[in-house]
């Protein structure tokens, strides 16, 4: 299958600076790959250079198949962006706004404007100005515009900056059905990984100019998994601790009355068995998991630092 965006050793200076350093990975059709990284990482200047709004120093970029340097018509036209704020028309209406925009795609947009409204769920508010609009909505009807041309790639720059929950959730589930009902490719970016927890398919994690983490979400749950901890609070804990690494060779730490080990849910019932079966008596258990942010920012803080002068 054709990616429908593909990135190759993409690369971007500006001055003596690599901003986008070697960047690689793919999006494929009715996937959602979310963009993380802190401020300044480079995920707006790839999407410019994905979008074509800023030429790439070297590197490929290739959307449906189409080099988007030696393309550039067909690869754009296979494209919708928010990128940073929509760009709308505050003191004309929804509508108007979005008829504006169709008319730049032609006839066929136009026949899709009244579907998408009701995707994005603004069939009340369309007919209002924008500049009535909540942050959420306008949002919303960036989407809106990004959509008239039925993209097979929808870009988002930063979509859920300054959204409140209610705003996140309306954004995550429009995004939803454009990937599974209409297997769109979607790319967005945030800075917040957790944001994305509940949205994307796969996590490429930007920090410098390069990637330094590109795992499903599936993956990362694992790993989440894999770390976490249990604390049994118990009468005998060094006991319990010996027993424990003689039986399951697993190492555990004594901390007051409790031990603290490394334990994957489904095992937590058999090491209850084995201690209240060796007379150890058990009071309390409690997970202690580490949070997808405090992931992040291990990933982040593991990152060597680079050289990013050319
Ligand atoms: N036109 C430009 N000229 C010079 N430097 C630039 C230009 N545009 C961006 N940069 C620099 O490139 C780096 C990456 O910026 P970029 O906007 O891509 O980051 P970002 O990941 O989108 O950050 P944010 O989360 O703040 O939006 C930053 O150090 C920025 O200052
Ligand atoms: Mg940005």
């Known amino acids: ?162 959204l409140d929950p209610n705003g996140i959730v309306e954004i995550r589930n429009i995004l939803r059905i454009l990937a599974n009902k209409e297997h769109m490719a979607i790319i967005i970016s945030s800075h917040n990984l957790a944001e994305l927890e509940q949205l994307c398919d796969v996590i490429g994690l930007i920090n410098n100019g390069r990637i330094i983490e590109h795992k499903t979400m599936l993956e990362i749950s694992n790993e989440l998994a894999d770390r976490q901890r249990v604390q049994f609070q118990c009468n005998y804990p060094n006991y319990a601790a010996q027993l424990l690494k003689k039986k399951y060779q697993i190492k555990s730490k004594v901390i007051g009355t409790s031990i603290i080990l490394p334990l994957r849910e489904n095992n937590i019932a058999t090491i209850i068995s084995y201690l209240t079966y060796k007379k150890v008596k058990i009071y309390g258990i409690k997970k202690i998991q580490k949070s997808l942010e405090e992931l992040y920012f291990e990933m982040l803080n593991s990152d060597r630092p680079s050289s990013s002068i050319v």
Do not use: W
């Open 1 to 162: 299958m054709i990616p429908a965006l593909s990135i190759k050793n993409l690369t971007k200076v500006y001055g003596n600076k690599k901003v986008v350093d070697n960047v690689s990975f793919s999006v494929f059709s009715g996937q959602i790959f979310g963009f993380v990284g802190p401020n300044g990482a480079g995920k707006s200047t790839t999407i410019r250079m994905i979008t074509g709004l800023t030429p790439a120093t070297s590197g490929e970029i290739r959307i449906c198949g189409y080099n988007v340097e030696h393309n550039f018509k067909h690869a754009i036209d296979n494209v919708g962006a928010v990128i940073e704020m929509p760009q709308l028309y505050p003191y004309l209406s929804g509508m108007a706004n979005l008829k504006l925009f169709a008319d730049f795609h032609g006839a066929k947009a136009h026949s899709r404007i009244s579907k998408i409204v009701k995707l994005v769920g603004m069939e009340n508010r369309i007919k209002d100005r924008v500049s009535t609009y909540s942050l959420g909505m306008k949002q919303r009807l960036g989407i809106a515009q990004a959509l008239l041309n039925k993209p097979k790639l929808l870009i988002l720059d930063e979509p859920t900056n300054g």
